[in-house]
């Protein structure tokens, strides 16, 4: 390695010894499922049960149901709360089980839980929130019995609207253990380290400032478990991250917050940020209440006045300028893989191109429908194409060129479920970085505020110290391994279904798939 | 150095109360009267503003309602007994154009002049009808040309109305072609008259004000004058009087202290204009024209006529097509007007303003885009003034919003907070596009992502033929 550096710079002398290794012991989270139940004291249900003033008490319900949602507590005349979010609906109605029958007096009715209309958006409906939340408590995919729609959203187009076409029978039967979802990030062959993740997608990158440190921490100790990496952001890095300094990204963002030699020499792999999906074209924001001392130390900057990072990097105007970048990386930390994140404009393949042949061992495609802290709403949709666009553009102008081999495609922005990584590789990516998909796991609702004030009510995109504190770190990381680890689990079900041994064989197959506002009869391979 | 433009701007707060699009409905009766209440805990204090509110009222009103939709009371009520509800009265605002959730960003943008700022990302459809069918490009890395956030202040959002030479012509040194008048506007946007069904005397002086405060201009049917109020004859350059097909033309004595006028089209359209310019040959004038279902062809046949300077597009308050079933969208028909008139070679003589539709600051950008030069807007500065879109004005009931009342201070403070805030967010797009000027961002469709062409670049050739529209 250190003999390709030297041809590769001339600077032999420069090149910092220390940074072979991790420089501090690192510390190991076990992957292993645990129940990780809500938070709140009233996790919302698909389906409300009513109790009419019929109900005589008798226990009844409580006696038949499996799942334990009634809640009759010995030595309490009347009933508790029930435990809503465990019942499984009407499904239930086909076994001999169904509390609403089984009632002598008739006095449980069920409905559909209305406020599910008030929850969700397009892109993350209500019960894709529901199902999220129910992968991070118990670590699978939910039953089908709760009859959750989670696999796509509603927003009528892109992901929402491909499905795969699975073959009636597997071509070959492949058990879980055969099936192989790791991905390769250096593919460069550059002397510097190969970097392998055992699952297809890492964790965005979410600044202290944007998120609570309890936040950041979860993500670095989930990312730890399952082998990937989270980001750091832009926002600096917090000391409390150097166990898991081999699992973390760090970001060197137009704002340059928090950028040291020392924070860059920590890490495997460092990513420029040039710009952003839901911003793109923008600065990260960073609005003045969400300033405070902690976060204002670790940028060094100023308490309680907004932060605006610039837009673009100034001292970047051409692929070389970008070279230049890359290489000051390369020499500042002998082992890093350097990741470049841009987002998509119309002429998205040249940047990814011209990023390859800087030097870039990851592009990173970011679409505009992703989730961040701060944007105006002007940017939000309307600048920059959505990601499945720019995957099948770059995928294949990378082909045509003959280096879609020689660098790792990583998209992000409105990556949500398995299903939509599943999409995004079939359309052409190696991975995806997820983001928002970590927050809902730790219970974001998308109420859409954690731009300003004291930042999210929940406590997650927060540095209110009040609020941060109502999510605690074991369980933080917890909520985390469980989303992932049903994520795996469901990825490993469609490849077992294509008979695929490994992810890698998706890449690219839009061959495996139908868009439901097509015809369908094209041969492409 | 020359004055930047700038807009003055403070916060203008709401008459009334505002239609919050959350509520928050509880059922007491089985209430434990908890000490530590997480009514109380409220991140936003909203159950506390309430209380007040109501304390406060002098009259009775309807619900206020500014709950932030966070679900925490929701999900800590020691009972369960709080539920979350969208406001009914907040799913009634607007039409299905002008959507409640429209309404509500435009009364927060008129009371503070912030660009609107939110978390989580992008929560709409992945693409929709009209506006929502395309993106604007943006700058990026390999780009020479962006000047990002912070070259923003050297982003010219000003544009010329008017006709403009094709060439200019030298004898040795000297210019010899004649110079048409132009008019300089800083801003593209310029202020609509509101149609008859929303025409509110008491706001003409005010959407004059708010002219004069932005630099912009209004537009004005003659016959309402004497409704601008003693300050017209100062500011007769913000004004600009439209002239119906038989309305006579002002005195000579007026039309000479005027940039620009506008007039109806008509049959009569070239012995108009040389009407007015016999009494001003300064006065620039802009023919006003209705897209119905000739409209387009019309237009494109007036741009070839060397007298049209300005040609003013209206398309119905929600940017659609005049009088037709199928109606085609403003943002459509402006793409196929330039189009027509690059390709016949006089799309840089003529001036275009677009009207309709334009709800939104992105809409001004992609309409500009799509080949409009300036925008000209009414119903956004009506709903700055907390009007709901309701038809009761339309219908000849008295207005819930009371916009009959308003004072001077308000009115004028919130239309030029909107008009501030749109250009802020025009300069913000245009400094993600990396564009320096407004006049270049016009008819840069280059600069931009359309929908329907993309689906078909990218999945067409993947999935075949596309079969839902």
Redesign the interface.
């Known amino acids: 390695m250190v003999d390709s550096l030297v041809k590769e710079s001339g600077f032999n002398e420069n090149l910092p010894e220390h940074t072979i290794e991790t420089l501090v012991p690192q510390v190991a989270v076990t992957r292993e499922v645990k129940p990780a139940p809500p938070r ?5 249900a698909k389906y409300l049960i009513r109790r009419s003033g019929e109900c005589a008490l008798c226990g009844k319900c409580a006696q038949v149901c499996p799942q334990h949602v009634h809640v009759l507590k010995p030595g309490y005349k009347l009933f508790a ?1 029930p435990h809503l979010n465990i019942c499984i609906g009407p499904s239930c109605q086909q076994t001999d089980h169904y509390c609403i029958e089984q009632c002598p007096n008739a006095a449980l009715t069920m409905v559909e839980n ?2 599910l ?3 969700g ?4 409906t209500a019960e894709m929130i529901l199902a999220t939340w129910k992968m991070a408590e118990t670590g699978e995919p939910p039953a089908p019995e709760y009859g959750y729609e989670y696999e796509t959203g ?5 992901f ?2 491909l499905r795969f076409k699975f073959p009636a029978k597997p071509p070959i039967e492949l058990r879980d253990d055969e099936i192989d979802t790791s991905i390769v990030l250096n593919r460069r062959n550059d002397g510097r380290p190969q970097v392998t993740i055992d699952v297809p997608w890492y964790g965005g990158g979410m600044s202290f400032g944007s998120v609570s440190n309890v936040t950041q921490l979860s993500k670095a100790r989930a990312a730890t478990a399952f082998n990937t990496f989270t980001c750091t952001g832009e926002g600096g890095y917090m000391e409390r991250m150097k166990p898991y300094d081999d699992h973390i990204i760090t970001q060197v963002a137009t704002g340059l917050f928090g950028v040291r030699e020392e924070t860059i020499q920590r890490v495997r792999i460092v990513e420029f940020k ?2 952003q999906g ?6 990260g ?1 960073l ?1 003045a209440d969400k300033v405070t001392p902690a976060v204002a130390r670790m940028r060094e900057t100023v308490l309680g006045i907004s932060l ?1 990072s ?5 001292s ?4 070389e300028d ?1 070279q230049k970048h890359l290489d000051w990386i390369k020499h500042i930390n002998r082992r890093a893989l350097l990741s470049t994140k ?2 998509t ?4 393949e ?2 990814a191109v ?2 390859y042949s800087a030097g870039t061992h990851i592009v990173h495609l970011d679409g ?19 990601i ?2 720019a995957i ?2 770059v995928h294949r102008f990378l082909e045509a060129e003959g280096v879609r081999d020689k660098v790792t495609l990583i998209t992000s922005g ?1 990556i949500r479920t398995p299903h939509d990584i599943a999409k995004a590789i079939a359309l052409g990516a190696d991975g995806v970085v997820v983001g ?1 998909a970590e927050l809902i796991a730790l219970g ?11 930042g ?3 406590g997650i ?1 927060t540095t209110d110290a009040e ?1 941060a504190g109502s999510v605690e770190l074991e369980w933080g990381t917890q909520r985390i391994i469980n989303l992932y680890s049903a994520w795996r689990k469901e990825l490993v079900a469609i490849l077992q279904r294509f008979g695929m041994r490994s992810v890698s064989e998706l890449r690219g197959r ?1 061959d495996l ?10 041969e ?1 391979r | 150095m020359p004055t930047k433009y700038h807009i003055d701007t403070k916060k203008v707060a709401p008459r009334l109360p505002k239609i919050g699009k959350f509520g928050v409905v509880d059922w007491r009766e089985d209430c434990a009267r908890c000490h530590n209440c997480v009514k109380k805990a409220c991140v936003y204090d909203r159950y506390r503003q309430e209380m007040q509110f109501i304390h406060d009222l002098d009259e009775f009103n309807a619900m206020f309602f500014e709950c932030m939709g966070c679900f925490s009371c929701v999900q800590k009520c020691t009972k369960g007994l709080l539920a979350l509800t969208i406001n009914p009265q907040f799913e009634r605002m607007g039409n299905g154009y002008y959507t409640p959730d429209i309404i509500l960003t435009t009364w927060n943008q008129a009371e503070t002049a912030g660009i609107p700022v939110s978390g989580a990302g992008y929560r709409g459809p992945f693409s929709g009808p009209g506006f929502d069918a395309m993106w604007t490009d943006m700058s990026e890395i390999v780009r020479p040309t962006r000047d990002g956030i912070h070259g923003r202040e050297y982003i010219s959002t000003s544009v010329d109305i008017g006709r403009k030479p094709r060439y200019l012509a030298f004898d040795q040194r000297t210019l010899t072609t004649k110079l048409p008048p132009l008019v300089d506007l800083p801003t593209p946007i310029l202020v609509d008259m509101l149609p008859a069904p929303y025409h509110f005397p008491n706001l003409v002086p005010m959407m004059l004000a708010a002219t004069v405060n932005t630099g912009t201009m209004m537009i004005l049917p003659w016959e309402q004058q004497a409704l601008l109020g003693p300050e017209q004859d100062k500011h007769l350059g913000n004004i600009i009087f439209y002239l119906g097909q038989n309305t006579p033309l002002p005195p000579a004595a007026m039309l000479k202290q005027l940039r620009l006028i506008e007039i109806a089209e008509s049959d009569r359209t070239a012995q108009r204009i040389q009407e007015l310019k016999a009494s001003n040959p300064n006065l620039v004038v802009a023919v006003r024209v209705e897209l119905d279902a000739t409209g387009e062809e019309r237009v494109i046949t007036l741009a070839q006529h060397p007298s049209t300077e300005v040609i003013h597009i209206v398309s119905d308050i929600n940017g659609n097509q005049l009088g037709v079933e199928q109606p085609k969208f403003i943002k459509d028909m402006t793409r196929h007007i330039h189009t027509s008139l690059v390709k016949s070679g006089v799309r840089d003589e003529i001036t275009l303003i677009a009207s309709g539709g334009i709800a939104l600051a992105e809409h001004m950008a992609k309409e500009i885009i799509c080949g409009a030069d300036a925008i000209a807007i009414n119903m956004p500065l009506l709903i700055s003034l907390e009007c709901r879109f309701c038809p009761s004005c339309r219908d000849g009931f008295p207005c819930p919003a009371k916009i009959e009342g308003i004072t001077p201070e308000y009115g004028i403070g919130r239309m030029t907070n909107l008009i501030a805030v749109w250009h802020d967010q025009l300069i913000e797009m245009m400094g993600a596009m990396g564009i320096r000027e407004a006049r270049r961002l016009r008819g840069e469709t280059g600069r931009a992502l359309f929908f329907d062409d993309l689906e078909e670049e990218t999945f067409g050739r993947l999935f075949g033929k596309r079969i839902r529209v």
């Open positions: 709140y004291r009233n996790e919302i709360a209305p406020m209309k008030v929850m958006d397009y892109r993350w509603a927003s009528g187009g892109g929402d609207r040039y710009a839901a911003k793109p074209g923008l600065g924001h609005l605006f610039p837009f673009p990097f100034h970047v105007y051409s692929i970008h841009v987002s404009p119309n002429d998205v040249m940047v011209g990023s505009g429908y992703g989730g961040t802290g701060a944007a105006p709403d002007i940017a939000k949709k309307n600048i920059a194409s959505p499945e666009y099948v553009k409105g928002t974001c609702i998308r109420c859409s505020r954690c731009e300003s004030g004291r999210c009510p929940r995109a609020l839009t798939l139908m868009h439901l506002d097509y015809t369908n009869d094209v492409t």
